[in-house]
């Protein structure tokens, strides 16, 4: 059974910093490609960041509006892939999903981010 749980999520001063982390089970985490989307209010679904596997680079690529302040990475020994994320503004508050890709696309059910004082 394939999972990719969300977790890290919650209320954060702006400024600050969270890092999120997805488990990966149920598929062959290393040859797939990950990546982070988040979702806010009212709008749609964006791409944050995408990390390529070991055997691409590990090739990453960033949102221009999270450039400099989030880092993808990813553990294959943990099947896990991680987001960190620093000096926190406002407008990134969303729900954040991570999605691996290869042979089939996979979600996970998404952790909230609140960026507020």
């Known amino acids: 059974q394939v999972q990719l749980v969300e977790s890290g999520g919650g209320l954060v001063q702006p400024g600050g910093s969270l890092r999120l982390s997805c488990a990966a089970s149920?598929?062959?985490?290393?040859?797939?490609?990950m990546s982070w989307y988040r979702q806010a209010p009212g709008k749609g679904r964006e791409l944050v960041a995408v990390i390529q596997t070991a055997a691409a680079g590990g090739i990453t690529n960033y949102a221009d509006s999270v450039k400099g302040r989030f880092t993808i990475s990813r553990d294959n020994a943990k099947n896990t892939v991680y987001l960190q994320m620093n000096s926190l503004k406002p407008e990134d508050t969303a729900v954040y999903y991570c999605k691996a890709v290869r042979y089939a696309e996979y979600w996970g059910q998404g952790t909230q981010v609140t960026v507020s004082s």
């Open positions: 149920g598929f062959t985490f290393s040859i797939y490609a």
